[in-house]
């Protein structure tokens, strides 16, 4: 039989924007969730394990370039493979 394919580590921070720094195509592929202060959440954008944040979007706020607002929230993060 074939081997499972092996996947990538987490990175401390990674981004959902392919516009970002922070943005690995890598880990993405795989569906990564995050459990923030022991709660699932889906709409996270961007996270810190080592700042301990996350960024999600603000309600239906744009910025001028058409990109939803972000707001930062403190807690514990804690990312996984699903």
Request: aromatic share 8%.
């Amino acid at each position: 039989m074939s081997e499972p394919t092996a996947l990538p580590p987490l990175p401390d921070r990674l981004s959902s924007d392919p516009r970002s720094p922070y943005y690995v195509a890598a880990v993405l592929e795989h569906d990564v969730g995050i459990r923030f202060n022991d709660k699932e959440r889906s709409d996270v954008e961007e996270y810190c394990i080592s700042e301990g944040w996350v960024k999600i979007p603000a309600a239906r706020a744009l910025d001028r370039r058409g990109q939803p607002m972000l707001i930062k929230l403190k807690g514990k993060v804690e990312p996984f493979y699903r």
